[in-house]
């Protein structure tokens, strides 16, 4: 499991245990340096004060001054920058407004708290992500569960598209991760009328990646190729309704990630609860 990278609070805190080794000058805001140095982690934090301290010293100094710090986040991060996602502001916004898509989505189509934690920290290799929380294992699902589920994962690019009118790159594993749902109902777990309790497609190699090979005409991969783009269309429409209904709870909630960067699923209930 990798390890979290720290969220505001837990970077602040980490700056004012390394602040304790040097001098630093009253105009030093600990507050704003964790601010600006959204994604470093503990020990990148750590080389930030010792940076500062070096270019106090370079500059004949023995005080550590706030230029000091937000120089060093520059050196420390930008190596840092180029590998791992240190989000511009902007960029902080719309994975604030997605993973909120995502997670709104869900709770109002389920009416239950749908994520135990939602943070826009970079974390192996996503710009965010959503912790679902299932409520106990679930080993049957039901055909509206699963387009349920559809809808959840187009909910990051639906609320994307209501608020910035763009859409960006990372909807990605949402696209993989719906279409694999769409596809698997529709040709495995016979939930359409036309193909009834055919099966279109077999497992192979269950234990090796669960390939799958199509068993049927190329006619029939056709019509199963437009049922799938169908499904994934209108449980997207579902979603940007959803979205656009619940305006003011998105904005208020994307905000409140924006600025707290990780929260819990308690908070986001709360906030959706609040009338």
């Known amino acids: 499991m990798p390890v979290e990278l720290p969220d505001l609070a837990g970077r602040e805190a980490i700056l004012k245990v390394h602040a304790k080794k040097i001098k630093a000058s009253d105009d030093v805001d600990l507050h704003t340096i ?3 140095a959204s994604g470093a982690s503990g020990a990148e934090l750590a080389n930030i004060i010792n940076e500062a301290a070096l270019r106090a010293v370079r500059s004949g100094r023995t005080v550590v001054n706030e ?24 960029e902080k916004k719309v994975v604030a407004y997605h993973e ?24 192996s290799g996503a710009l965010g992500y959503t912790m679902q929380v299932e409520q106990g294992d679930k080993y049957l699902m039901t055909k509206k569960e699963l387009e349920n589920k559809i809808a959840t994962f187009t909910g990051g690019r639906a609320a994307e598209e209501i608020v910035f009118g763009e859409i960006t790159t990372g909807a990605s594993n949402d696209i993989e991760q719906a279409t694999k749902i769409a596809r698997a109902m529709i040709t495995r777990y ?3 009328d036309e193909f009834d309790m055919v099966a279109m497609e077999t497992v192979t190699n269950q234990y090796l990646g669960g390939d799958t090979s199509l068993s049927c005409s190329t006619d029939t991969q056709k019509e199963i190729d437009e049922k799938v783009v ?4 209108a449980e997207h429409e579902k979603a940007r309704k959803i979205l656009s209904e619940n305006r003011e709870k998105l904005d208020e909630l ?7 960067e990780t929260i819990t699923g308690d908070e986001f209930m709360d906030i959706l609860d609040r009338k």
């Not at 840092?80 to 502001?89: G, H, R």
């Open 254 to 260: 994307a905000m409140y990630l924006y600025e707290k």
């Open 190 to 192: 016979g939930m359409t």
């Open 34 to 36: 964790a601010r600006m």
């Open 100 to 123: 909120i898509g995502h997670a709104l989505v869900a709770a109002l189509q389920s009416h239950s708290a749908p994520v135990q934690k939602i943070t826009i920290i970079a974390y």
């Open 67 to 90: 230029s000091d710090l937000e120089e060093s986040i520059e050196v420390v991060i930008a190596g840092y920058q180029k590998k791992n996602a240190v989000l511009s502001d902007q």
């Open 230 to 233: 169908q499904l994934v269309k």
